[in-house]
């Protein structure tokens, strides 16, 4: 059975940081990533790792970096200069031939 388990979420005042992170079991997924879903919002992509290479919401570009641990099967998502607009649940994804996976999400909140 795969999971995606989340680790990292929490409050924190607006130019702070958090690093979010994120565990596969069950499977070696090669993508993977992290969708964000602010209330009343609907859910949006902000980072993806695949085969090395990295892809960023224009929203977080330059404050926000990807990066994997293979050996853990691991993705993190460092985030810094939080804004309160980053305020939102957070999932980890992944993508394997064709199945797509789901963290159950961490809460982000971001106080002005």
């Known amino acids: 059975q795969v999971q995606l388990v989340e680790y990292g979420g929490g409050l924190v005042q607006a130019g702070g940081s958090l690093r979010l992170s994120c565990a596969a079991s069950?499977?070696?997924?090669?993508?993977m990533g992290w969708y964000r879903q602010a209330p009343g919002k609907q859910r949006e992509l902000v980072a993806i790792?695949?085969?090395?290479?990295?892809n960023y919401a224009e929203a977080v570009k330059g404050r926000f970096t990807i990066s994997r641990d293979n050996a853990k099967n691991t993705v993190y998502l460092q985030m810094n200069s939080l804004k309160p607009e980053d305020t939102a649940i957070y999932y980890c994804?992944?993508?394997?031939?064709?199945?797509?996976?789901w963290g159950h999400g961490t809460q982000v909140t971001v106080s002005s």
């Open positions: 790792t695949s085969g090395g290479s990295t």
């Open positions: 994804y992944g993508y394997k031939l064709g199945s797509v996976y």
């Open positions: 069950g499977i070696s997924i090669n993508t």
